[in-house]
């Protein structure tokens, strides 16, 4: 009775007193928060911050309510529905309740992407909690040059204005428009600036200072080693991670900024109204659901109506200019599927675009925007990133409601962290994965591949029983191996030395890959390091080549492709446009089905894979280890490894 009391109480709370929606939603998440530790007290619910820089400890999920068949049921399925999942690892109050590895095994390192966007954020608030960057502050004012990217890209410098929130909020203005203005979405000059500031307030280099303040009281001490970046961390993300090392981020975002000290004890690193500010939009009039560089599943209708940005949804290849002359308001914008399971021309009638979102509004109609431009350097996604009230199963009738204080830190690929603090839950879904969705065929849709995750696992994760009582003792785990570290050294063939190496990466445009060693016999007659590879005999033309062997040593992507059923249960939607995806071979691995029993998320799965590696450069010396490119002697996967395109196999796959 009394957790129906409480909630009443909270009810009557929020509508005690006149506030907006905006208000409302904040006042929500430090309610929730502070319901759920209650309630976690208050029915003697174990809970912990975290494994801190110890070993992960887990719990008999009936500790909570939860059911561990159920949940090995509920990460199958979402592995099969949202193709391909590496891993699925679901933490409680803290406690790991179900680790599965579908592919690979728990030592397996994986590039995060803009996972890793996330952990900058959380450094940037150590920062803040130890009193030395002011978030408002202009980061001219920390003495930093704005020579490392263009502030004044149409002749007004916004570099004196910009401030630490503006690029941890996505809103720089990319040295087009006024910081704050738009949502621009970077992961390369303008967020790098991000570390700049670190090292400017701490008189350190952010990697070393980063790994002492954050990562290794985390327990990941490598986290930051091999960015490369001369002491600087990459801002954008790109970290390697294993699922547990996504597994202690998520913790400590979803405790909102404490771990535990050596002791045990609770230890805060970064202040709890910033951790706070991750999980809400600072400039909702731009995009409401995006907070510090993390996503979020805010209800965008209530918190700021008529904007309905941002969903991750990247859209198709064409652009939409909303302006007859081909200036002001361009988009990239998702089509429908055609007759031939294609995605259909991208025109007026037939694209799926928000014209009217403040991302780019009118009143800057004078900037400039061409047809045509780089994808990459300008946040033109308006159209595509249309959410019309929640970002996860948006226009999906019969979507589990997903909490409206989830946040999500997304790397390309369909990499998540997902922090929900109102419930103390931390999931982690890692894989290889371009879902596409019925309205935005042929462009990849995150919000989609993330809606078939959240609703194959939601009941799963949610209390359907009361808890155990007296609670199950915790089992500490294994400590899972760092494999940043360097293997053995390889040795040439007999008679030989290496000349240099070849540094592949893996397709569909990855940054990792495997590094090959090239023996004197295998010398190019070019040493460039663009053309150096593809001049070693028969490195194109040799089927044996190292060349092919992408699908050897980078496994498979997958598509998950929402379709009607029952009317495409036979139907091949597994064929992809060829303009796009000319070196891909592509089978149908699930036949199109519903999700968690609803029909408006019927998903058919395609397993793809290229043979050739997508890029390989030339370099004088011989491979130097890196979890990035590390030697590639043997097939050694970084995804899901199969040899050859075949059925999936679950069992795992052993790793670097």
């Known amino acids: 009775m009394s957790v129906y009391w409480t909630s009443g109480r909270v009810a009557v709370l929020l509508q005690c007193c006149p506030m907006n929606h905006y208000t409302r939603m904040k006042m929500a998440l430090l309610v929730t928060i502070s319901l759920a530790t209650f309630l976690s007290a208050a029915l003697a619910v174990p809970w912990t911050p975290g494994p801190g820089a110890g070993a992960f400890q887990s719990m008999d999920p009936s500790a909570f309510g939860m059911n561990a068949d159920d949940l090995k049921a509920a990460a199958d399925e979402s592995a099969d529905a949202a193709l391909y999942r590496y891993c699925t690892v679901i933490v409680k109050n803290g406690y790991i309740v179900h680790e599965q590895y579908h592919h690979n095994n728990s030592e397996t390192l994986y590039e995060s992407d803009s996972m890793g966007k996330t952990a900058t954020a959380a450094a940037i608030g150590v920062a803040v909690y130890q009193g030395l960057i002011d978030l408002d502050k202009p980061i001219i004012e920390y003495n930093l040059s704005s020579d490392m990217a263009n502030w004044s890209a149409t002749g007004v410098d916004y570099f004196k204005v910009v401030t630490t929130r503006h690029i941890l909020s996505q809103a720089s203005g990319y040295g087009r428009v006024a910081p704050g203005s738009f949502f621009t979405y970077d992961s390369d000059n303008y967020i790098q600036y991000l570390s700049y500031v670190l090292q400017a307030v701490t008189g350190e280099l952010p990697a070393v200072w980063a790994t002492r303040e954050l990562a290794a009281p985390l327990g990941i001490p490598n986290l930051y080693t091999f960015d490369e970046l001369d002491g600087q961390i990459s801002a954008g993300g790109g970290q390697m991670y294993t699922c547990q090392d996504a597994a202690r981020v998520g913790a400590f975002i979803t405790s909102l900024g404490l771990t535990v000290d050596e002791n045990g004890n609770p230890k805060r690193l970064v202040g709890e109204d910033y951790m706070k500010m991750m999980f809400q939009p600072s400039y909702p009039q ?64 037939t694209a799926f675009c928000n014209t009217s979102s403040t991302t780019l509004n009118e009143a800057n109609a004078d900037v400039v925007v061409h047809p045509g431009q780089p994808r990459d350097e300008w946040m033109l996604r308006v159209g595509s990133a249309y959410i019309g009230k929640k970002m996860i199963g948006d226009n999906m009738p019969g979507t589990i409601d997903a909490p409206s204080d989830m946040g999500i830190a997304m790397g390309w690929a369909a990499r998540y962290i997902i922090a929900v603090p109102s419930e103390n839950l931390t999931i982690i879904s890692i894989g290889t994965s371009e879902g596409w969705a019925t309205d935005c065929w042929g462009g990849y849709d995150d919000a989609y591949t993330l809606a078939l995750v959240w609703n194959t696992l939601a009941k799963a994760v949610r209390p359907s029983k009361p808890p155990t009582k007296p609670s199950p003792k915790p089992v500490t785990l294994p400590v899972v191996r760092d494999l940043r570290k360097p293997k053995e050294v390889e040795q040439p063939p007999p008679g030989e030395e290496f000349v240099g190496s070849c540094s592949c990466t893996c397709s569909p445009g990855e940054g990792f890959g495997k590094c090959f060693n090239v023996p004197s016999s295998k010398a190019p007659k070019d040493m460039s390091a663009e053309k150096g590879c593809y001049t070693i005999p028969g490195f194109e033309t040799d089927k044996d080549s190292f060349y092919h062997k992408n699908a050897d040593y980078c496994g498979m992507t997958g598509f998950p492709k929402q379709c009607n059923y029952p009317a495409d249960k036979d139907v091949d939607l597994c064929t992809l446009p060829p303009s796009k995806y000319e070196k891909f071979n592509c089978s149908t691995v699930r036949k199109c089905a519903p999700v968690a029993g609803n029909s408006a998320l019927a998903t058919v799965g395609c397993s793809c894979f290229t043979t050739n590696f997508d890029r390989c450069i030339w370099s004088n010396s011989t491979c130097d280890y890196s979890p990035y490119f590390p030697p590639g002697r043997s097939a050694r996967s970084l995804g899901a490894n199969f040899g050859k395109h075949r059925k999936i196999n679950k069992k795992p796959i052993n790793s670097l």
């Open 286 to 349: 731009n995009n409401a659901a995006y907070g510090f560089l993390t996503w979020l599943n805010t209800d965008v209708e209530e918190i700021y109506p008529g904007v309905h940005c941002c969903a991750p949804r990247w859209g198709h290849d064409g652009y939409l200019c909303t302006k007859e002359n081909g200036t002001g308001h361009c988009a990239s914008c998702c089509a429908p599927r055609d007759a031939n399971n294609q995605p259909a021309p991208v025109t007026k009638e």
